[in-house]
C-alpha cells in the first residue's frame, strides 16, 4: 500500500536559518504530492503541492521537488521565521480508485526562535 | 465563504456511548472525506462520500459510520466509543473525485473517558 515517511523530529532552528524536512513516499501508480502544515489549535491548511515528476511546488517561501527517481518530496525554506513554527505533514494522493484519499506522514514539528 | 466548518468543536463522551460530528463542506464541493487524527500523529484516512454514497474506506472497523446528506453535508458516527477513540477528527472537501486540492476544517476534538 501507499505510505509517507518524514524525518524525524521535533526540528529547532533560529530565526533566518535554513530548512529541509525530509519526505520519502512509497505508492503505486503516479501520485500527487502535498505538504500541509497545522498551526496550534487548527487544521490542516496546504502549503503547496507537485503533481509530476520534477514539479516543483512553492508558497510563501516555501518549496519541495517530485523526484520520482528517489521517491523524495523534501521541504526547503531559505529563512525561516517565528511565525512557520507549526506542524507539517507530507501527504501524497494515489490515482486510480483512490482519488481524494490522502496518505500522511507522521508529522514534524518546527519550533523557530527568535 | 466559510470554508469547511466542523462541529462541535469539543466533545466528551464516555466509553460505550455513541457520537456524531458533522461537517459542512466548502462552498462548490460536493466530496467529504473524514479523517482521524490521534496525538502526535498524521491523519488517517476513515472514509470519502460522494454522490451521498460511501466510495472508499480506510482501515476503519464498521463502528465507523457515515452519512451525506443532498446539500453534500454529511456526519461521521462512531457507536461504542473506546478510550482509543479518542483524537482530532477532521473532515476534508474537495470537488468531485479527482486530484483537486482538499480543504480541510478545524476538527472536532472528541474525548473518551
Known amino acids: 500500500g501507499n505510505s509517507v515517511t518524514q524525518m524525524e523530529g521535533p526540528v529547532t532552528l533560529s530565526e533566518e536559518a535554513f530548512l529541509t524536512i525530509n519526505c520519502t513516499y512509497t505508492a503505486t501508480g503516479y501520485p500527487s504530492l502535498f505538504w500541509y502544515v497545522q498551526y496550534p489549535g487548527e487544521g490542516l491548511q496546504l502549503l503547496l503541492k507537485a503533481t509530476k515528476a520534477d514539479d516543483k511546488g512553492s508558497n510563501k517561501g516555501f518549496e519541495a521537488t517530485y523526484r520520482k527517481e528517489t521517491t523524495s518530496f523534501h521541504l526547503e525554506k531559505g529563512s525561516v521565521q517565528v511565525s512557520d513554527s507549526a506542524v507539517y505533514f507530507c501527504?501524497?494522493?494515489?490515482?486510480?480508485?483512490?482519488?481524494?484519499?490522502?496518505?500522511f506522514g507522521q508529522g514534524t514539528i518546527l519550533t523557530v526562535h527568535p | 465563504d466559510a470554508g469547511v466548518t466542523q462541529s462541535p468543536t469539543h466533545l466528551i463522551k464516555t466509553r460505550g456511548q455513541q457520537v456524531t460530528l458533522r461537517c459542512s463542506p466548502k462552498?462548490?464541493?460536493?466530496?467529504v472525506s473524514w479523517y482521524q487524527q490521534a496525538l502526535g500523529q498524521g491523519p488517517q484516512f476513515i472514509f470519502q462520500?460522494?454522490?451521498?454514497?460511501?466510495?472508499q474506506r480506510g482501515n476503519f472497523p464498521d463502528r465507523f459510520s457515515g452519512h451525506q446528506f443532498p446539500n453534500y453535508s454529511s456526519e461521521l458516527n462512531v457507536n461504542a466509543l473506546l478510550l482509543g477513540d479518542s483524537a482530532l477528527y477532521l473532515c476534508?472537501?474537495?470537488?468531485?473525485?479527482?486530484?483537486?486540492?482538499?480543504?480541510f476544517g478545524q476538527g472536532t476534538r472528541l474525548t473518551v473517558v
Open positions: 462520500y460522494y454522490e451521498e454514497e460511501e466510495r
Open positions: 501527504a501524497l494522493s494515489d490515482g486510480g480508485t483512490s482519488y481524494g484519499k490522502l496518505t
Open positions: 462552498s462548490g464541493h460536493d466530496t
Open positions: 476534508a472537501s474537495s470537488v468531485g473525485q479527482s486530484r483537486n486540492e482538499a480543504f
